[in-house]
């Protein structure tokens, strides 16, 4: 017993010099990895834009360095660090097995940063979920809209992607779809020049493409009259109430019935 202490208090007082090196090597390691986080965080934002996409770069580059700094401290104190990544290994798949949903939004986090179907400040609506909102952030295992009436919405990247998504905001122009439930008494040429009029008096609507203007069905009783300005994606709501309320006006002053108003609004 005496003997086997002794041998073991010596090799331990032979360890020492190791650990304390080892020791200071992860300790450098560290404040490399902290340096290495602040400058590409800084350089990813100099010369990109996706929030979502710089943060998971950077924890990337921060904990790669983590660990190549713990693999080879070990290896300084007589650790072999292969049986360590065995054992690693071995635990990630039962880890991969009984966490799957954590890394399917992992994955999926990462599909959205990289192929990016949508971006910060956009707004989408998932097909699954049925929600809608702003995009306030995107991170790696959920992304967070903002609704318009100020909620905070958090959806896993897995009911994302595996499902459809609309984007409102990703092209540069939207058209407003306005559809009226007119009497057959009304004249059609005057409620289509009113519109018309009313279009080209209001600067936010697009001449290319240009309005269709129309009737789109007839019923029993009545028509279906159809005008589909295009606006500029950030005028769409504005646009669409101010027509709107100049529409009302102009057919109240021409006596145009509308015995039932539909407002038919494809997009958000």
């Known amino acids: 017993m005496t003997n086997t202490l002794q041998a073991f208090l010596d090799t331990g007082i032979e360890k020492i010099p190791s650990l304390i090196y080892a020791i200071i090597f ?22 990109t834009s996706g929030k979502g996409f710089t943060n998971f770069i950077v924890y990337g580059v921060y904990i790669s360095i983590i660990v190549v700094s713990t693999l080879n401290s070990l290896e300084m104190i007589g650790i072999k660090t292969t049986s360590v990544v065995t054992v690693v290994g071995a635990a990630g798949f039962s880890i991969g097995l009984a966490f799957k949903e954590v890394l399917s939004n992992l994955a999926s986090g990462f599909l959205i940063l990289f192929f990016q179907p949508f971006k910060i400040g956009d707004y989408i609506q998932t097909s699954d979920t049925n929600v809608e909102g702003t995009v306030h952030d995107i991170q790696i295992f959920s992304t967070i809209l903002k609704t318009v009436d100020n909620k905070t919405i958090i959806i896993p990247n897995f009911q994302i992607t595996s499902n459809n998504i609309i984007n409102y905001t990703n092209q540069n122009i939207r058209r407003i779809d306005f559809s009226f439930t007119v009497d057959y008494n009304t004249n059609i040429g005057v409620l289509k020049g009113i519109v018309e009029e009313i279009f080209e008096k209001d600067s936010r609507v697009l001449s290319d493409p240009k309005p269709l203007i129309g009737i789109n069905s007839m019923g029993n009783n009545s028509m279906e009259f159809v005008s ?21 006006k102009k057919f109240d002053e021409n006596h145009i019935v509308l015995p039932q108003v539909n407002v038919v609004i494809k997009g958000k």
């Open 26 to 47: 992860f300790l450098i390691g560290l404040i490399i990895a902290k340096i290495c986080r602040r400058t590409v965080s800084k350089v990813l934002k100099k010369y």
């Open 228 to 248: 589909k300005p295009w606006v500029k994606t950030e005028d769409y709501w504005d646009a669409y109430y101010d027509l709107m309320e100049e529409i009302k």
